[in-house]
């Protein structure tokens, strides 16, 4: 398999470290969409990253349908979203916040860095998405009581949750306050401190 995205985005690296984690072998192409537009357009015409290329030659574009692919190749006792319901749900939904954090993430991002006239009215709504998800976040992670979200066991929830706050925090600093979220604070960092979170992982790189 080929990955294909840098690892400063939240979205490249909840794949790698899936991939990892599976112990599934993959070569990594560490390509921008801006610099490397070209290259990526070859294999994905929305020229977006994740993109995943498949040993048959078949390709995937999207993060969540990744995830589902790499979870039919796992046995269903290491899948990392439960398969029964209601903790199945209930782990969609947290790994659902999560990324949509990290979309208006990189939603301001854009608008604040790109635009010339940048829109306060959408960038002050985007930092309230972003704030407000936080605050369901830190609460609900305040409710658990295992080292994981869902237990002993790291899972999907676990690994986008990081993964966002690392590249929101990166993108936008001072925008997290962590003194005021101890329980996010604290899953992060126990993530963080992981061998597969310090191995996939880059500093943030602006795109220009």
Not at 112 to 135: M, P, Y
Request: net charge negative; hydrophobic share 45%.
């Amino acid at each position: 398999m080929i990955l294909i995205g840098q690892y400063d985005s939240s979205f490249v690296r909840r794949i790698g470290i899936v991939l990892r984690l599976y112990q599934i072998p993959f070569e990594h192409r560490p390509w921008s969409t801006f610099g490397d537009a070209e290259k990526i357009k070859a294999f994905n015409p929305l020229i977006r990253v994740p993109t995943l290329v498949l040993d048959d030659g078949g390709v995937l574009v999207d993060s969540f349908s990744i995830i589902d692919h790499l979870d039919s190749m796992a046995p269903e006792e290491r899948r990392m979203f439960p398969v029964d319901e209601p903790a199945r749900r209930q782990a969609l939904r947290i790994a659902g916040l999560a990324t949509g954090l990290a979309d208006k993430g990189v939603a301001l991002f854009y608008e604040t860095r790109f635009h010339e006239n940048v829109s306060e009215t959408w960038a002050a709504r985007c930092r309230a998405q972003i704030l407000g998800t936080l605050d369901v976040l830190e609460q609900d992670r305040g409710r658990q009581t295992g080292p994981c979200w869902f237990g002993d066991r790291i899972g999907h929830a676990d690994i986008a949750v990081a993964c966002a706050l690392r590249h929101v925090s990166d993108s936008h600093p001072g925008l997290i306050a962590f003194d005021r979220l101890p329980a996010l604070a604290a899953h992060c960092e126990r993530l963080e401190a992981m061998p597969v979170f310090q191995e996939i992982q880059q500093p943030f790189i602006p795109p220009s």
